[in-house]
């Protein structure tokens, strides 16, 4: 039997420091595919849309940025926003650049990056799950103090519901052999509303919004005008 009370720390495949290319970029392919049809870019988009009202331009980036989709889907609804994403391995800044031209990406740990002037929105999507409780709350904290106007994450909720059913379309239609064992991986990483409540109570942020988004995630939005 699967334990969904408490969270898995058993590594992803993507964790590994060395990834066949080739590999990695079916997987990053994949996970966009994924997002877009599972609702990941959605649930970006709206907390995005929060801090967009009334702004004609905002510096926005990511953290963990991967394949770079969710930037993507940014730069399709707010062309004049100036983007960037950061990533920890080269392969995936590569990948990105590629994929995403007018977009600048970063290869460096997100606590080791260099911007050329502080972020009005830092963003992460599903991220946080590859992290201990200890390093997320040491992000949140890092996320609150490197943001002008606020920040926002988008993780998965682990529900039984959403490991089988990523279990099961992965299995047939995945061509990754990374997206079908990290996929519900992914998913007994993730969270529940409680553990979110509690990790940004041990970070110090009082004035999060935590809302439960279709397909199965959570989205955390941090406001710095409403603390």
């Known amino acids: 039997m699967i334990n969904f009370t408490k969270r898995s720390y058993t590594p992803e495949l993507l ?6 290319k080739a590999d990695l970029f079916q997987n990053l392919k994949e996970l966009k595919i994924i997002n877009t049809l599972l609702g990941g870019h959605r649930v970006v988009l709206n907390g995005i849309s929060k801090f967009a009202k009334n702004a004609t331009s905002l510096y926005v980036v990511e953290i963990g940025s991967g394949g770079g989709d969710n930037l993507g889907a940014i730069r399709s609804r707010y062309p004049d926003f100036s983007l960037e994403g950061v990533d920890l391995k080269l392969d995936c800044t590569t990948y990105a650049r590629s994929q995403n031209p007018s977009v600048r990406f970063q290869t460096a740990d997100y606590q080791k990056v260099t911007f050329h002037k502080k972020p009005d929105i830092l963003f992460n999507s599903l991220f946080c799950h590859h992290f201990t409780d200890e390093q997320l709350v040491e992000m949140l904290q ?10 926002i994450i988008a ?3 682990r529900h039984w ?25 992914s998913v007994l990483r993730g969270f529940k509303r409680s553990e979110w409540e509690k990790l940004l109570s041990q970070a110090g942020i009082s004035h999060a919004k935590i809302r439960w988004k279709w397909a199965f995630r959570f ?4 406001d710095h005008a409403q603390k």
Request: net charge negative.
């Open 155 to 157: 993780d998965l909720h």
């Open 15 to 20: 964790d590994a420091d060395v990834i066949p």
């Open 142 to 151: 890092w996320m609150n103090e490197h943001s002008s106007k606020g920040f």
């Open 161 to 185: 519901l959403a490991y089988y059913s990523i279990k099961v379309l992965t299995q047939l239609f995945s061509h990754s052999y990374l997206v079908k064992n990290d996929a519900p991986l």
């Open 219 to 222: 989205l955390i939005t941090v």
